[in-house]
């Protein structure tokens, strides 16, 4: 399939499968996530090295050790680093991150740290912008650090609801950051994203595959029953990379 140069799409990921789907579907680079039922945590070593012995495309890594807030004890940032330190050794293209402070404002002194260990690699700020107390401010210490990309769904639940913050953003960061639209975005709604100025967006693309010989009785976590799987539908990413390429004009990349 034609891909452009002149978009990103980024598929959330939760496993190498996903990994081959979303490739093969059309994006062009992907987020590698565990922890599904908490909207992402930090994948295994080894769903990082088996991802990248196949991906021809760009592997970014979720650093963040657990769901819930993203205010971390001084423990939890050490874990932080030492994922970032095994993900880049195990051969990440990028890193996703983002903590707050308890005042809902970045902490800035960790992202620093954070950019330190990244040594050059990359690096996304995720949807703890969502909850910042002031995200155009963010925006101007994320850029100024060195942070590539932010992730936002406009502090609100979906991007589609957030679109005119978005545009905000957009518009502030000047081309300083990438402002990268997410949250329930799709095929249906990719458009309205590109038709405010953005050119990269981050979609999971997924469904809920049933799996019947497993029984629904009992459930392990809060989002799937125990016969469901969320896994990445490859026809979901080639309709994004459809409606992208139409608009942004397909180049075949060499």
Avoid at 166 to 174: F, P, S
Wanted: proline fraction near 2%; aromatic fraction near 8%.
């Amino acid at each position: 399939m034609k891909k452009s140069t002149k978009y990103l799409l980024e598929i959330c990921c939760y496993s190498p499968n996903d990994v081959l789907f979303a490739e093969n579907g059309g994006a062009q680079r992907v987020e590698l996530c565990n922890g599904y039922e908490v909207g992402g945590t930090t994948p295994s070593v080894g769903s990082l090295m088996m991802s990248k012995s196949f991906s021809k495309i760009p592997v970014y890594v979720m650093i963040r050790p657990r769901g819930g807030n993203f205010t971390y004890s001084l423990l939890e940032k050490k874990v932080m680093l030492k994922d970032i330190e095994m993900a880049i050794t195990n051969n990440a293209d990028g890193i996703v991150f983002g903590a707050l402070n308890a005042d809902g404002t970045i902490d800035n002194e960790f992202c620093k740290e954070v950019m330190l260990a990244c040594n050059g690699i990359p690096t996304t700020f995720h949807r703890a912008i969502d909850l910042c107390e002031k995200p155009l401010d963010g925006i101007d210490f994320l850029a100024g650090i060195g942070v590539q990309n932010i992730l936002t769904s406009g502090g609100q639940i979906k991007a589609e609801q957030g679109i005119e913050q978005i545009n905000t953003m957009q518009k502030h960061a000047k081309g300083s950051i990438k402002i990268m639209a997410g949250s329930g975005v799709n095929a249906e709604n990719i458009l309205s994203f590109a038709k405010v100025g953005l050119t990269h967006f981050h979609s999971s693309a997924s469904t809920i595959q049933i799996q019947n010989h497993y029984s629904d009785k009992i459930s392990f976590n809060a989002a799937l029953k125990n016969n469901e799987l969320s896994v990445v539908q490859q026809s979901k990413v080639e309709d994004m990379i459809q409606q992208l390429n139409t608009f942004f004009g397909a180049n075949e990349i060499q």
